[in-house]
């Protein structure tokens, strides 16, 4: 690229064509003022503060639209510069009430700063206020617009980078502001209260709704997201031990500017006054407390003795997809090596263990082939059983902007409408659970253009029978085989309505052949992109803690891993691959298992009902966590953990990126990381030396699994990882099997994806459990979030309004879903988005789903519990 050379307040630098000047003088260390420019941003100049001197023609410049010319010389503090500038904030000032020592943005504020740094207290010039009253309805986002400066950094955030539509300006000259559609408040706009307007506002026109006085700042703290597998960097800003506010860590981040709801306000559940605060035991029915000492003598005596006196098959081990690295790495290993029992599995069986295990066995590969990235440079973008908008919210940002700022050909398959399908080029509307037919009916239109040879179940397929129980048309089929077939550079996007439907491992296994076929692996802007993992569902896999895998990926049935490991260890895992959870629970329910250890999930509320009664009849339930659960008021023994703002490791993102979580509070009460509680009772099980810190236990993992050889803390501190990362140099593989044309090796059998469901007239409603951007998991988190469970309180049930009408329920009505299984009690809303004959459930803030009234089965293929769907009928009243 071709250098240009300026002078900069009379020294010589130069800068690469296109630069800017403020973009310039940024990099040679030069402070230009600023207040509607963020690097995040397409600049705006709107507000004139980062004026500068062109000493040629004297003329005063925007530096941060004026891009740089050779020879130019600029001054950036001239006479004429600083009286500009101070003009211009005396202005501004002039516009903008009083209340700073009462503003919520206090010493946050920019403008207040530059102001000060102009040397500008009180304003000589005539006041013009402007009354607008303050917002403040909805519980996440407050805004006074009589303090807006008009910068509008805001629109271009909600334009640009969440890609949202809810901000525009409004109005001309003096009551010019940005503004709903409208001018309705945020509640009643498209706003997801993401929060990220809020983030860049440089003045206190927005800031956080807190509603509560929580003190100034005294630190901040990086961190990871700990709601959903796309890994947002956050700082966390904490006084007195408590938490503040959160804001979006743009550097080496995922999420750049940006974040979700969750991310920006869901947080303060740790300080929830429900927190687990000491060991506690059931005696004679009664819980009561116990001393460290005893709980952890009590737990691992329990544990020897069950293993002993039953054999150690009869004990069973459920890791969390919450937990980091270190604790999921200890916890497999206290399974292995502490109590010699191969039953070890995690949360993942809930939705991901299928695409793990059908993207291991297709590609060798067990996690996305590509960073979320990528989908911007994407030139077809296919979305399939996911509603990104609410699960990965960050990765939804980056397919709108591919879309939108792009180009990008988006091709949604999805029952119900949503802002992604309004986008979409093409729009498939299948029937719930028929997702796998259409991915097989798009592989062999592909692999038919492409004129490649078809295995011979590919041929059989008849593709009207096929597409028949989908209700989708064999044109629509074929038009988005035609666009995906059009380009290499094509994203395959799925979620857990793909993966955690019946036959998801088949279903993922079809989708790896479709990108194999399509050769959009390897190649920048395409990939595989599995959007059905949580904070560290990813790290929990890799760690080993699942029954087919020992750390790495390394199989549990294979001698030679097995003698790696005892390298490691200096003790040989148990032999043979374990049992999974729905294989634990049967086993538990015929009385051959006979001691669980739950380590941060709740398979009582997430799971449908025969898991509870499994559960129930165990003679030792061990539970670790955080809150009080459906699991723990089954457990014998209770251990309270600290939540992940309270302690130091590791999480790995969907995208295979390991970063740092760092304690920023200390645990309340006698709650203890569970990386202590392991490391505790690994030396009472196995007479190991305690691990003095989480780094130490990623000093074994670094030999225990071979993709993260090169991974340190001292590596982590400043950037992620990815995996693999094999030497200590080495910043790991973004984008995987580049310049090889891999192929899949998997047994697809793909009947499993075949079936269709049965009609049943007494339950003439399918009930499918929606993903929540506001409910996550068992809403043990979310639902004690104070403005998440504000905002989203109950469970919603979204239905087709002519069968609102067909029912004679009003908005808002109270109804009963009722299967032969059970009941969920929900409020009904008339959304024209969701087809007839499907009850669109959404779990609220408290994250109640539809768990208990689906029949207990699994995919075979995957141990995947099903838990998403389930014939049901509607009853009025409650
Ligand atoms: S509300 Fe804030 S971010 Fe938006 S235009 Fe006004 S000052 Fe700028
Ligand atoms: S909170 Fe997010 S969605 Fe709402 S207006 Fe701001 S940027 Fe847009
Ligand atoms: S997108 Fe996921 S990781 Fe990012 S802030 Fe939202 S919940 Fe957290
Ligand atoms: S920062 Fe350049 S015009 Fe506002």
Known sequence: M?????????????????????????????????????PSLKPAGACRLCLVEDEASKRLVASCVTPIASGMRIQTRSQAVLEARRVILRLMLANHPESCLVCDKGNRCQLRKLASEAGIGLVDYDRMDSFVGTQEANPFVKRDLSKCVLCGKCIR???????????DYFQRGFQARPATFLDRPLEGSECTFCGTCVALCPTGALSESTGLHLGTVGQRTATTCSYCGCGCSLWVHVSEDRLVYVSPRAENSVNKATLCVRGHYGSDYLHHPDRLLHPQARRDGEMVTLSWQEALDEAAGRLLEIARRHGPLSVGFFGSTQCTNEENYLFQKLARIGVGTPNVDNGARLQAASSILAMREELGIAGATHPLDELEYARVILVIGAQPLESHPVASYAIKRAVKHRGAKLIQVSPVEDGLSRMASIWLRPWPGSEGRILLAILRAVVESKGSSMPGWMEELDPKALLEPTLVEAAAVEEAAGSLSSTRCCALVFGRGLSGGPGGKEAVRVLVRLA????????????????DRAANTQGACDMGTLAEFLPGYRPAGDPRARQEMARVWGKEPPQGKGMTLPQMLEAASRGELRALFVMGENPAQLLPGKAREALRGLEFLLVQDIFPSATTELAHLVLPAAGFLEKDGTYTSLERRIQRIRAACSPPGGARPDCWILSALLKRTAQLPEYETP???????SQAVPQMRGVRYTRLENEPIFWPCVDSTASGERILLRGETPESHGGLEPWRLLGSEEADPEFPFLAVEADSLHGVGSGARSGRARRLRAFSPQTQVWINPSEMARLELGQKTQVRLLSRWGELRATALARPEIPTGILWVIPGAPGLGIAGLVPWSWDPGSGVVQTRMSRVRLDKGL
């Open 157 to 167: 955030a909600d334009q640009e980078l969440v890609v949202v539509g809810a901000l």
């Open 516 to 531: 194999v076929a399509l050769g959009c692996l390897g190649v920048g802007g395409g990939g595989l992109y599995p959007l």
């Open 2 to 38: 071709e250098t240009v050379a300026i002078t900069l307040d009379g020294v010589p630098v130069s800068g690469r064509q296109g630069m800017t000047i403020l973009e310039l003088a940024q990099e040679v260390g030069v402070r230009i003022p600023t207040l509607c420019h963020d």
């Open 695 to 701: 780094a130490d236990v990623m000093k074994e993992i």
